[in-house]
């Protein structure tokens, strides 16, 4: 392979890699439109963005397991052709039901894919710097794809919603077709085969669980349909605890789970992935039901978000000699902008200072955090399973800020009843849920500082990160 060649063969995993995280914000700025173009209830209008996270929640870490099993390349490529071809089906849809399920579909090529690009990248560079730096940069892109979702998303719903999903055709075909030249085979594991028990219960359990939190507000809590599906998704659960306990090859290596390091950082992952799902989801409805814009408009108050975040990516590996320090300045940065941006969101008034500059400080310090985060929910693993912490660092992310996305969205919709109506009402409830993700972020910077005290907390990041910034 040419000296070029690893990181020719990075833009192909990186694109993709942003495409999928791209696709759970890129419809949150269309909603109003789709709605109105298929026929969507207020009530199923939430299940656009709910299907793609179902998806990709429910099956990631059977897809990060399978990938260290079967093959690197091959579970890649297999994620990014139903990736594709679900966002056809998503384009050509003409019933609710049929852009529901092929968002399902589309989070499922998701799953399918990104563990194997993390374990493709350490096929592609030898442990070191070179690793260390695609790593960042991959995570870095993680971040980076949802306020440019929601930028593009605006741009194109300006034009017709559908072309959303179809920009998704021609860079899912260029990533499969250089794939199929740049790409290593990768390293397959024999003598060990995916415990199908484990992954059917986890699966289906976290599906279960998802669906039952996400639409448990509008069901009721304390509905028929709601306990059951609490209840079905506890039995899966436990199943799958139960065979993780016994099994002779379990589903999440037991090596991982055996490392505080790991367990603390993808902890504080969900937390993470928490406070921007929240974040971009309450501001947008923000910027439309209260400011009135237009999604065009929307999308260019963002602006400034996705250039923030790179930059806190980008500052990410030179900051991460100071240890997990680093990742609790980012957590109280975030926390300091929420509090701002709670305390000065109003119905009126100027945007720059009420929404721009909170929202800029706040995208910088998300950066750091993601790819602190990443960084520490993957270190100490060995290159072996480097899929299997990849998936589940990612199912922290994406499906337990999923399910802490749900739970904010019903406290922001209490808390606008309660205030009664009109956008003052409105902004009231989001506002509320501000002040939560900034007291989420405060909790996260605390477990960190708490679970890993003193120097080992130092040393412990420091191990995990130090090699990131040794370019």
Not at 53 to 66: D, E, K, P, Q, W
Not at 279 to 285: A, C, G, K, N, V
Not at 365 to 372: R, T
Not at 374 to 397: D, E, H, N, R
Request: glycine residues 12%; proline residues 4%; hydrophobic residues 55%.
């Amino acid at each position: 392979m040419s000296r070029r060649g690893p990181w020719q063969a990075f833009g192909v995993l990186a694109l993709i890699e942003l495409l999928a995280v791209m696709d759970a914000s890129i419809v949150n700025i269309a909603l109003p439109t789709i709605g109105e173009s298929l026929g969507f209830s207020p009530t199923m209008l939430a299940w656009i963005v709910d299907g793609y996270l179902i998806g990709l929640a429910g099956f990631m870490l059977v897809a990060g397991r399978a990938t260290d099993l079967v093959g690197r390349r091959v579970l890649f490529l297999a994620g990014v052709v139903t990736f594709t071809g679900f966002s056809v089906v998503c384009a050509i849809a003409v019933e609710p039901w049929h852009l529901i399920g092929s968002r399902v579909g589309q989070g499922i090529g998701a799953a399918t894919a990104m563990p194997s690009a993390i374990a493709l990248i350490t096929d592609l560079f030898p442990e070191g710097s070179a690793r260390n730096k695609a790593l960042g940069l991959f995570s870095g892109m993680a971040g980076v794809a949802a306020p440019v979702g929601l930028v593009l998303g605006g741009a194109l719903t300006a034009a017709d919603w559908r072309w959303i999903f179809l920009i998704n055709i021609p860079f899912g075909l260029v990533v499969v077709v250089a794939g199929l030249r740049l790409l290593p085979k990768g390293k397959r594991r024999t003598g060990t085969r995916l415990d199908v028990v484990s992954a059917v219960g986890l699966t289906c359990g976290l599906i279960l669980l998802t669906v039952a939190v996400l639409r448990g507000g509008a069901q009721g809590w304390g509905s028929a349909l709601t306990l059951s599906q609490f209840g079905a998704a506890v039995a899966m659960l436990i199943i799958f605890s139960i065979r993780q306990a016994t099994a002779s090859d379990p589903l999440i290596p037991r090596e991982l789970l055996r490392s505080r390091t790991i367990v603390t950082g993808n902890v504080v992952f969900v937390l993470v992935g928490t406070i921007l799902l929240c974040t971009f989801f309450i501001t947008t409805l923000f910027l439309q039901q209260v400011r009135g814009l237009d999604p065009l408009a929307a999308a260019l108050i963002y602006l400034p978000v996705p250039a923030a975040m790179l930059a806190g990516t980008q500052a990410a590996p030179r900051l991460l000699r100071l240890g997990a320090n680093t990742l609790m300045g980012a957590l109280g940065l975030q926390a300091g902008a929420l509090a701002c941006w709670a305390a000065l969101m109003r119905p009126d008034g100027g945007l720059l200072l009420t929404f721009a500059l909170p929202a800029a400080v706040w995208a910088f310090g998300l950066g750091i955090a993601i790819v602190c985060s990443f960084v520490i929910c993957t270190s100490g693993a060995s290159p072996q399973l480097a899929g299997a912490a990849s998936g589940l660092a990612t199912t922290s992310y994406q499906g337990g800020g999923a399910i802490g996305l749900a739970l904010l969205a019903l406290l922001a919709d209490a808390q606008a009843n309660e205030a009664g109506t009109g956008p003052a009402a409105l902004t009231t409830g989001f506002v509320a849920a501000l002040w939560a993700s900034c007291a989420i972020a405060v909790v996260a910077a605390i477990a960190v500082a708490l679970v890993i005290p003193g120097r080992a907390h130092h040393g412990a990041a420091q191990d995990a990160a130090t090699r990131t910034e040794r370019r």
